[in-house]
T-cell receptor, first 114, second 111 residues
Framework: DAGVIQSPRHEVTEMGQEVTLRCKPISGHDYLFWYRQTMMRGLELLIYFNNNVPIDDSGMPEDRFSAKMPNASFSTLKIQPSEPRDSAVYFC????????????FGPGTRLTVT | GQSLEQPSEVTAVEGAIVQINCTYQTSGFYGLSWYQQHDGGAPTFLSYNALDGLEETGRFSSFLSRSDSYGYLLLQELQMKDSASYFCAVRTTDSWGKLQFGAGTQVVVTP
């Protein structure tokens, strides 16, 4: 299995630009999670999906952030417009049905907003 | 509210044993997970405890006491490659499938 795939691995953009992060979960996994990690705030859950349906988006910072999962093999996290405080590493993770505690993380996208 | 507490850093020599404690306060509790993260890498799952007691996986073991709201990760026969951050994470009843991660413990292994 290829594991969770994320793209791009690095993204540098200017404030005000739109940023789209992509994730392909492990085939057969029912749950997909988007996290953000910073030194100040640690690892934060932004949103998670179950069978492509958003279940909890209480961690999404504000309306500038949106996430979609159009099918079982693809999800996007979009930031528009981006701000310097959005600079962080964004991880996507997936887990199989019934094993929510065992999440498989992708390599992450390091986002820098200047 | 919910909170998890774990030490920020632990230093030990190769071959030693390290115990990383995690205390939690949650409105509901299902279980405690542990993850490892090397610098520049992604978190990787180590273990999960839903019931009281010790779970052993090779050189790593994890313990849970639900009555004390306490768990620990035990790293034995430390190796240089064990230098990493270790996170405890609580799965709560607030939102099915959601994990809340602690701030992490940086383990530094010295020769």
């Amino acid at each position: 299995d290829a594991g969770v795939i994320q793209s791009p691995r690095h993204e540098v953009t200017e404030m005000g630009q739109e940023v789209t992060l992509r994730c392909k979960p492990i085939s057969g996994h029912d749950y997909l999670f988007w996290y953000r990690q910073t030194m100040m705030r640690g690892l934060e859950l932004l949103i998670y999906f179950n069978n492509n349906v958003p279940i909890d988006d209480s961690g999404m910072p504000e309306d500038r952030f949106s996430a979609k999962m159009p099918n079982a093999s693809f999800s996007t996290l979009k930031i528009q417009p981006s701000e310097p405080r959005d600079s962080a590493v964004y991880f996507c993770a997936s887990s199989p049905r019934g094993q929510y505690y065992e999440q498989y993380f992708g390599p992450g996208t390091r986002l820098t907003v200047t | 509210g919910q909170s998890l507490e774990q030490p920020s850093e632990v230093t030990a020599v190769e071959g030693a044993i390290v115990q990383i404690n995690c205390t939690y306060q949650t409105s509901g509790f299902y279980g405690l997970s542990w993850y490892q993260q090397h610098d520049g890498g992604a978190p990787t799952f180590l273990s999960y405890n839903a019931l009281d007691g010790l779970e052993e996986t090779g050189r790593f073991s994890s313990f849970l006491s639900r009555s004390d709201s306490y768990g620990y990760l035990l790293l034995q026969e430390l190796q240089m490659k064990d230098s990493a951050s270790y996170f405890c994470a609580v799965r709560t009843t607030d939102s099915w499938g959601k994990l809340q991660f602690g701030a992490g413990t940086q383990v530094v292994v010295t020769p």
